[in-house]
């Protein structure tokens, strides 16, 4: 165990050492929220260890070398860039600890349960996707020395995050593999906040705990998945359009890129593009202003998006006919069994998915549907809706600049999916919206404020009970 967790803790380097030069560089030239460039940080640094293994695995020489090498590389980075990296951390604790004195419950909560999760991931793999394919194929090809036709289903064609866990395979380390994709939960509460920032919502804390503490996402996020880190990618292209210079082409190409790399792990990831565009959209219909966008200079920026999803679709997709004969992958084109036809949506469910975003938390944890999300929603969503159809106005304006956009995901891709896992960026929008409709409703009847950080926070402590659970059945079953 002690190879382990050494193992994940030179990746770790890796990750932050590669990724928070960028994404300070990247965050201060658009100006974007701490939390925003804090979010960027973890997934850059994943996208390089990602794109080095893969260099390597084509080459053939994975190895037990290449975590040393990574984490070499990542301690190397933070040395020579260490005043721009010392600054992003500066200002994402200060941050962090003003959102803690502001709610402490819940990101006290969270921050609890994040220790649990960490240890919960030296579990070995338990989970069915986790043991079918995720991590079996990482290992069989570090064990080989590069990339072959792995007899495992969906990773021959976008297989980005099972590339990402073929490093810490080298060494044999689950361990490495569950913090590595643990650590896009903490991105994802982080996009949140970035997100909420830039709509003017001061709990960002308060949003962040609350799209983290989702069951649909907290149980699969210390485990080797790859949905929370899709749904983190996504949530922070949507942050970055939502910056101060959302219009501009550096923020379109970095959304863009991250949109690539959610692709690369998940082909539906693909339905974030959609999401960015149409907040593009409602931006420059809301917007009056130095950078409100002409028609066809809006035309362009979407061309750019979905140019970017075609061609990481295309060459993944030739990637895999190179390996196995096949563009598109067979699991997928060729007979639908039993048991996945059973967890597919039916044309009821398909009618109904426009409402299912009010009622998930009743609809539960039973395929199609998929796992839980926020309480806050469950409690929240309907009387947030209300509130700000009232209200109108800026009220409305901030509301339907994420909400909409996250509707519109689960219904597009909800015709063909509708597992709540698949949607993550869907729920933390929608978790961003509902707080800057409560944070409205707290000025304009300030009577109401307490009670309405009451519910906030037991929505959060509730969603903490409900996953630390299963954490702390996990550590008492598998972990001791």
């Given at each position: 165990?002690?190879?382990?967790?050494?193992?994940?803790?030179?990746?770790?380097?890796?990750?932050?050492?590669?990724?928070?030069?960028?994404?300070?560089?990247?965050?201060?030239?658009?100006?974007?929220?701490?939390?925003?460039?804090?979010?960027?940080?973890?997934?850059?640094?994943?996208?390089?260890?990602?794109?080095?293994?893969?260099?390597?695995?084509?080459?053939?020489?994975?190895g037990a070398w290449l975590p040393f090498a990574l984490g070499g590389a990542g301690g190397v980075a933070l040395v020579l860039a260490r005043r721009s990296c010392t600054a992003l951390v500066r200002g994402a604790v200060g941050a962090a600890l003003e959102q803690a004195r502001a709610f402490p419950v819940p990101?006290?909560?969270?921050?609890?349960?994040?220790?649990?999760?960490?240890?919960?991931?030296?579990?070995?793999?338990?989970?069915?996707?986790?043991?079918?394919?995720?991590?079996?194929?990482?290992?069989?090809?570090?064990?080989?020395?590069?990339?072959?036709?792995?007899?495992?289903?969906?990773?021959?064609?976008?297989?980005?995050?099972?590339?990402?866990?073929?490093?810490?395979?080298?060494?044999?380390?689950?361990?490495?593999?569950?913090?590595?994709?643990?650590?896009?939960?903490?991105?994802?509460?982080?996009?949140?906040?970035?997100?909420?920032?830039?709509?003017?919502?001061?709990?960002?804390?308060?949003?962040?705990?609350?799209?983290?503490?989702?069951?649909?996402?907290?149980?699969?996020?210390?485990?080797?998945?790859?949905?929370?880190?899709?749904?983190?990618?996504?949530?922070?292209?949507?942050?970055?359009?939502?910056?101060?210079?959302?219009?501009?082409?550096?923020?379109?190409?970095?959304?863009?890129?991250?949109?690539?790399?959610?692709?690369?792990?998940?082909?539906?990831?693909?339905?974030?593009?959609?999401?960015?565009?149409?907040?593009?959209?409602?931006?420059?219909?809301?917007?009056?202003?130095?950078?409100?966008?002409?028609?066809?200079?809006?035309?362009?920026?979407?061309?750019?998006?979905?140019?970017?999803?075609?061609?990481?679709?295309?060459?993944?997709?030739?990637?895999?006919?190179?390996?196995?004969?096949?563009?598109?992958?067979?699991?997928?084109?060729?007979?639908?069994?039993?048991?996945?036809?059973?967890?597919?949506?039916?044309?009821?469910?398909?009618?109904?998915?426009?409402?299912?975003?009010?009622?998930?938390?009743?609809?539960?944890?039973?395929?199609?549907?998929?796992?839980?999300?926020?309480?806050?929603?469950?409690?929240?969503?309907?009387?947030?809706?209300?509130?700000?159809?009232?209200?109108?106005?800026?009220?409305?304006?901030?509301?339907?600049?994420?909400?909409?956009?996250?509707?519109?995901?689960?219904?597009v891709l909800g015709l063909v999916t509708v597992r709540t896992r698949f949607h993550i960026v869907t729920w933390v929008l929608l978790v961003v919206a509902v707080r800057a409709a409560v944070e409205d409703a707290s000025e304009n009847r300030p009577r109401l404020r307490g009670w309405l950080e009451v519910v906030?926070?037991?929505?959060?402590?509730?969603?903490?009970?409900?996953?630390s659970l299963e954490m702390v059945r996990l550590i008492g079953a598998r972990v001791w």
């Amino acid at each position: 165990m002690t190879a382990q967790v050494g193992t994940s803790l030179l990746l770790l380097l890796a990750v932050a050492g590669l990724g928070t030069p960028v994404a300070a560089r990247l965050g201060a030239a658009q100006g974007l929220p701490v939390a925003t460039r804090a979010a960027l940080a973890p997934l850059a640094g994943l996208a390089a260890v990602g794109a080095v293994t893969l260099a390597v695995g084509h080459a053939g020489l994975l190895g037990a070398w290449l975590p040393f090498a990574l984490g070499g590389a990542g301690g190397v980075a933070l040395v020579l860039a260490r005043r721009s990296c010392t600054a992003l951390v500066r200002g994402a604790v200060g941050a962090a600890l003003e959102q803690a004195r502001a709610f402490p419950v819940p990101v006290g909560a969270v921050a609890l349960g994040l220790v649990l999760a960490a240890v919960a991931a030296l579990a070995p793999p338990w989970r069915t996707d986790e043991v079918e394919y995720h991590w079996p194929a990482p290992v069989a090809w570090a064990q080989a020395g590069g990339w072959n036709d792995s007899p495992y289903r969906h990773v021959d064609a976008f297989p980005f995050m099972e590339v990402i866990y073929t490093a810490a395979a080298t060494q044999g380390s689950w361990v490495a593999a569950h913090h590595l994709h643990l650590l896009t939960l903490v991105a994802t509460g982080l996009a949140a906040a970035g997100c909420a920032r830039s709509l003017g919502v001061r709990g960002s804390g308060a949003v962040a705990a609350a799209a983290m503490a989702m069951p649909v996402v907290w149980d699969g996020a210390y485990v080797a998945y790859n949905d929370v880190v899709v749904g983190a990618l996504g949530a922070t292209a949507v942050a970055v359009v939502l910056g101060p210079r959302w219009s501009t082409w550096p923020a379109v190409a970095t959304a863009a890129a991250l949109l690539a790399v959610a692709i690369s792990v998940k082909p539906t990831a693909a339905a974030g593009v959609g999401v960015v565009a149409l907040v593009l959209l409602l931006r420059t219909v809301q917007e009056r202003g130095a950078q409100t966008l002409a028609p066809w200079a809006l035309l362009r920026r979407w061309a750019v998006l979905a140019g970017t999803a075609v061609l990481v679709l295309g060459l993944w997709s030739l990637r895999q006919r190179s390996l196995t004969g096949h563009l598109l992958d067979p699991a997928v084109t060729g007979p639908t069994t039993a048991e996945a036809a059973s967890r597919l949506p039916s044309a009821t469910e398909q009618l109904l998915a426009p409402v299912v975003p009010l009622v998930t938390g009743v609809l539960g944890s039973q395929e199609p549907w998929g796992g839980r999300t926020a309480v806050v929603l469950q409690l929240l969503l309907v009387p947030a809706l209300v509130h700000v159809l009232r209200r109108r106005g800026d009220t409305l304006r901030r509301f339907t600049l994420v909400a909409l956009p996250a509707w519109a995901h689960w219904v597009v891709l909800g015709l063909v999916t509708v597992r709540t896992r698949f949607h993550i960026v869907t729920w933390v929008l929608l978790v961003v919206a509902v707080r800057a409709a409560v944070e409205d409703a707290s000025e304009n009847r300030p009577r109401l404020r307490g009670w309405l950080e009451v519910v906030w926070t037991l929505a959060v402590v509730a969603g903490m009970l409900d996953v630390s659970l299963e954490m702390v059945r996990l550590i008492g079953a598998r972990v001791w």
